[in-house]
């Protein structure tokens, strides 16, 4: 992806290691303290990149000031509103570490546990998640998202304790081939996981947010649920389509066989004419359903083969410095 024109770009000594990406939402307020904060915990080789997610305050004021005195700092701006997924999917695009370590701009993850994350990831980890033991939110959130916390982790079979930290580090290599949409960011760490990555969890500091207002909601856990439905789909079935789609459409021509036969039954042992149950027509629903299903399989099969196959796609991953030749 080629920069947008509303990037500021401030030249670097030299290629940064870490890139913090962070994206705001009319956090006027927290983003001077956020950035001096982020100066003083991380002091190795870094950039900071702010994505101002079409906030209506003056965040990309203050920010553009900020950057005209710090060169780590830059920024992103949109036109409009996309979301959190878009800001931090144009974040990692425009990154350039080696270490991609994205996190929340309103002052409640803490900047000084980022050098705790990279030593994790110089452990050997490619991902490290961060997991707010001591969340400082209202009840009402800690809650949807203790039980999506755990549906996530059983699903997936990737168990972490908090997929809603943003708080997190990843190697560069783990984010390649990853597009992010809805609310999928959160989703990371299994897409890699599933992928051979190395994954581990590491406990953080939350805070309270103090300024500002927060802008999630409980329709979010229902989006988070809905996604993962997807994240699912595509890690089971994302190369062979038929499964899934043929699956139901043999289920359906079973429930067609089923109603044929009591259809039969009622007619000769059970006093009923044929027009006197709805089964007829059940049966005709399911086994039309049935055919559809199959037929939407080999079209879903076709769509895989051609895409897999012009693009020259592969269906597997190779850990960087583990293949000879």
């Known amino acids: 992806m080629r920069p947008s024109n509303t990037l500021r770009v401030r030249t670097i000594e030299r290629q940064p290691r870490i890139s913090i990406v962070i994206p705001v939402f009319n956090e006027e307020q927290n983003v001077e303290e956020l950035v001096q904060r982020l100066a003083d915990a991380v002091t190795e080789s870094a950039e900071f990149i702010f994505v101002d997610d079409g906030s209506t305050d003056g965040t990309y004021a203050r920010l553009s000031a900020l950057a005209e005195s710090d060169p780590r700092l830059r920024v992103i701006r949109f036109r409009r509103n996309f979301g959190q997924t878009a800001a ?3 974040g990692i695009d425009h990154a350039r570490g080696d270490i991609i370590v994205p996190m929340d701009g309103d002052l409640q993850n803490d900047p000084r546990d980022i050098p705790r994350l990279l030593e994790k990831i110089d452990e050997g980890y490619d991902v490290v998640s961060g997991w707010r033991i001591r969340r400082q939110d209202p009840l009402g959130k800690r809650l949807p998202s203790l039980l999506a916390n755990r549906l996530i982790s059983w ?5 972490l304790h908090d997929y809603g930290c943003s708080l997190k580090a990843y190697r560069r290599s783990v984010l390649e081939d990853v597009r992010l949409y809805g609310e999928m960011h959160r989703f990371v760490p299994i897409y890699a996981s599933w992928q051979g990555a190395r994954v581990t969890e590491l406990p953080v500091d939350h805070h309270p947010r103090t300024r500002g207002r927060s802008h999630y909601g409980i329709e979010r856990t229902l ?8 994240v699912k789909f595509l890690a089971s079935y994302s190369t062979k389509p038929i499964y899934v789609f043929g699956g139901f459409g043999l289920l359906s021509f079973f429930l067609s066989f089923v109603a044929f036969g009591l259809m039969v039954y009622f007619k000769f042992w059970g006093g009923k004419t044929f027009i006197q149950t709805p089964l007829p027509l059940v049966v005709t629903m399911f086994f039309l359903v049935g055919c559809l299903s199959v037929l939407l399989g080999l079209v879903a099969e076709l769509g895989v083969r051609t895409y897999y196959e012009s693009q020259g796609k592969r269906i597997y991953a190779i850990r960087n410095g583990e293949a000879d030749g």
């Open 88 to 90: 931090l999917s144009a």
């Open 223 to 230: 989006k988070v649920l809905l996604d993962l439905v997807v």
């Open 155 to 159: 699903i997936s079979g990737v168990h």
